[in-house]
């Protein structure tokens, strides 16, 4: 690594397209689960201008044959999620109450389904509870920040956060639901010394100044989020750079479910698998392996047995087992990496069902999930480290 560098990381508020179609999808999942928990749920979400179209498919073993819109009301879901962003204004052409709802939904394939279900079937090799799809998931955890993350991606999730709770306050009335958040930090040595710029951009009423809108997040978001000792005069504040924000959400650009996967997990700084996480049930271990290798990252961090710890995972669909798992802990580890990844795989089971069971995920907790990353959040089963303990021990035993 580079002794001295600037690294930057991005998040985006709630109501930018692509994250108000990712609230909607999880909106549904968290429906689907509270009806049943073991509904599978693969549900993507498209929103432009005054429409909001539902694809994917969806089975609720409890129901059987009834259609889904007789136990789910996906209207209801879809405008209160929207609601719950805060698109109600007058001028709003993507509104709450006025929207176009397109539901494509459709039940899930036999096919992938007997390669999940805990079931023999021809042709599979197992009983057990297989991933939901063939793929490879990354977990990723850090010393620099009290949640175990990169500084410029937790710094810019703040942001946002603070940017969110200011204008749902209702304090200032301009401000408007689509933003986005930029941070860039200086690192030397490893360790973070100073933020380069900082970038926001917010949609805004008609009526607001770019000098007040300025003016205003400077003061009252940037220099509250950031610590005072990492921003000097040198520092840049890149506000509304464009000059105008007045048209967005999915007014201005579609969004799409699962397009902010870099946003959702370590902003750019560990790897990513690719899977996308939003509208996706436990099943399917884009979502639920990558929760499991941050929380295995997390506690190799926690436990003090590295400074930095990266996780991979990878799954062939219908199989139980992990194809591989592979620690790095880039030369911070207290012992040899393949100790670590051992003892890891003592203390935590990776395969689909114990995964499930191990981190309680069939519970409707995903809209919790869905803006300002899916890392970093204490109230998430992922984000404890509570195995820590377990982890040090096993790793003394089998260095012994």
Not at 141 to 150: D, G, I, K, R, S
Not at 213 to 234: C, R, W, Y
Not at 372 to 384: I, R, S, V
Request: charged letters at 25%; aromatic letters at 6%; one cysteine or more.
């Amino acid at each position: 690594m580079a002794h001295t560098f600037v690294f930057s990381s991005e998040s985006v508020g709630e109501g930018h397209p692509d994250k108000v179609a990712d609230l909607i999808s999880d909106s549904v999942l968290d429906a689907c689960l509270t009806v049943d928990k073991t509904s599978r749920v693969a549900c993507e979400t498209l929103v432009k201008s005054n429409a909001v179209v539902l694809a994917g498919e969806i089975t609720i073993p409890k129901i059987g044959a009834k259609p889904i819109d007789t136990v789910i009301n996906i209207g209801t879901i879809v405008r209160d999620a929207i609601r719950d962003i805060g698109y109600v204004n007058d001028d709003d052409v993507f509104h709450a109450d006025k929207v176009f709802i397109h539901n494509l939904l459709t039940t899930q394939s036999p096919d992938i389904a007997q390669g999940v279900d805990a079931r023999k079937v021809k042709g599979k090799k197992t009983a057990e509870q297989g991933a939901g799809d063939q793929g490879l998931m990354f977990g990723y955890a850090c010393n620099e920040t009290p949640e175990l993350m990169p500084t410029p991606v937790m710094f810019a999730h703040r942001l946002g956060r603070e940017l969110t709770a200011i204008r749902k306050s209702g304090k200032v009335k301009w401000l408007r639901p689509d933003a986005k958040s930029q941070v860039s930090v200086r690192y030397d040595n490893g360790v973070p010394v100073e933020v380069v710029n900082v970038v926001i951009s917010t949609q805004h009423a008609a009526d607001a100044s770019h000098d007040e809108i300025e003016s205003f997040l400077i003061k009252n978001v940037i220099k509250k989020v950031i610590p005072k000792g990492l921003l000097n005069k040198k520092t840049e504040y890149l506000i509304n750079p464009t000059g105008r924000f007045v048209v967005g959400g999915p007014q201005g650009d579609t969004g799409l479910t699962g397009r902010k996967i870099i946003v959702d997990t370590y902003g750019g700084w560990g790897r990513h698998g690719g899977g996308a996480f939003s509208g996706k049930d436990p099943s399917k271990v884009d979502r639920s392996a990558a929760y499991m290798a941050r929380w295995v990252a997390k506690t190799i961090v926690a436990s003090g047995l590295a400074s930095i710890a990266e996780l991979q995972v990878a799954y062939a669909i219908g199989h139980p087992n992990p194809v591989s798992v592979f620690v790095d802990t880039f030369e911070t580890g207290t012992v040899p990496d393949e100790v670590i990844a051992a003892a890891v795989q003592q203390v935590f089971s990776f395969k689909p069902a114990d995964i499930i069971r191990q981190l309680d995920l069939l519970r409707p907790i995903y809209r919790r999930t869905t803006n300002y990353g899916h890392f970093g959040k204490n109230d998430l089963p992922w984000e404890t480290t509570s195995r820590a303990s377990a982890l040090k021990s096993a790793v003394k035993a089998l260095s012994v």
